[in-house]
């Protein structure tokens, strides 16, 4: 009897330990995503000039249809190692291809909708001039001169053009 009793107190300590941790751990998954929130909207509000939006959503873009990309050829590899495994096409037919998703596309218009502005629309033209002056052969110095922009803006966007 006795030694049931501090078995009893053992398990209850144990169970109210793990209860603490839950409760600590849900507290700290909520404070990051406050956290994180507070530093996007910070970020996105402190910026003063659009270039630095419109180079924040590019990026943000890239890392996506990057991740996008490894999720999608994962897929396609472990679906060919199924079909290979299996000998045969269990999965359908090729419509159903994961490797042919448009997910570009549609985060290509959810990103040109949040960013339609009269900046926005000036940055875009500015770097459609500068894409086509580098077509032309113009190094960065000379592009900048004929357009009167930043030379470190042109080599930024020369940049992420190659990219």
Known sequence: MVFQVAQFWDILSDGFQIILCLLILGFLIKNRAIHKKFAINKMIKGAEHSFNKHVFNTTVQQLVNHAFTNITDTIAAERTGLERLLGQNPL????????????????????????????????????????????????????????????????????????
Do not use: M, W
């Not at 159903?96 to 218009?109: E, G, P, R, V």
């Not at 086509?132 to 001169?145: C, D, H, T, V």
């Open 92 to 163: 359908g037919s090729e419509d159903d291809d994961i490797s042919k998703a448009q997910y570009d596309y549609q985060l290509k218009n959810t990103l040109d909708n949040h960013l339609r502005s009269d900046d926005h629309n000036d940055l875009a033209g500015c770097h459609e001039k500068v894409k086509r002056f580098s077509a032309k052969g113009l190094n960065a110095r000379k592009i900048s001169e004929k357009l009167k922009i930043p030379l470190g803006e042109v080599e930024l966007i020369l940049s992420l053009q190659k990219k």
